[in-house]
């Protein structure tokens, strides 16, 4: 089981970005898939979780300008990321939810992490 993010990058506040999670080694459309992030000196917190069982769940913070998809049949994942702030700089990383549900934000729910995606927000 592997899972890869990319597309992280630095924007001006109120930017785009759109990061993808590659994943291989399982059967996308049976799991539920996180997108989680950590600031230096914070601890990692959930943004967004997608389900085929269920609508995208967003933590408040991101509510309204972050949207995640899936490409099944590609075996990938998105977060587009719109009017960033400063406040969203962090390292991004996407996770497996051994289950098909999005059950919350507790990291150690989910099994398989990526290896992160530096995304920074200048002010």
């Known amino acids: 089981v592997q899972l890869q993010a990319s597309g992280g990058g630095l924007v001006q506040n109120g930017g785009s970005l759109k990061l993808s999670c590659k994943t291989r080694?399982?059967?996308?459309?049976?799991?539920?898939i996180g997108w989680f992030r950590q600031a230096p000196g914070k601890e990692r917190e959930g943004v967004a979780c997608?389900?085929?069982?269920?609508?995208?769940a967003y933590v408040d913070s991101v509510k309204g300008r972050f949207t995640s998809s899936r490409d099944n049949a590609k075996n990938m994942v998105y977060l587009q990321m719109n009017d960033l702030k400063p406040e969203d700089t962090a390292v991004y990383y996407c996770?497996?939810?051994?289950?098909?549900?999005?059950?919350?934000?507790?990291?150690?729910?989910?099994?398989?992490w990526g290896q992160g995606t530096q995304v920074t927000v200048s002010s």
């Open positions: 996770a497996r939810d051994p289950t098909e549900y999005c059950r919350g934000w507790n990291p150690t729910d989910f099994d398989f």
């Open positions: 080694g399982f059967i996308l459309d049976w799991y539920a």
């Open positions: 997608i389900s085929r069982r269920h609508g995208p």
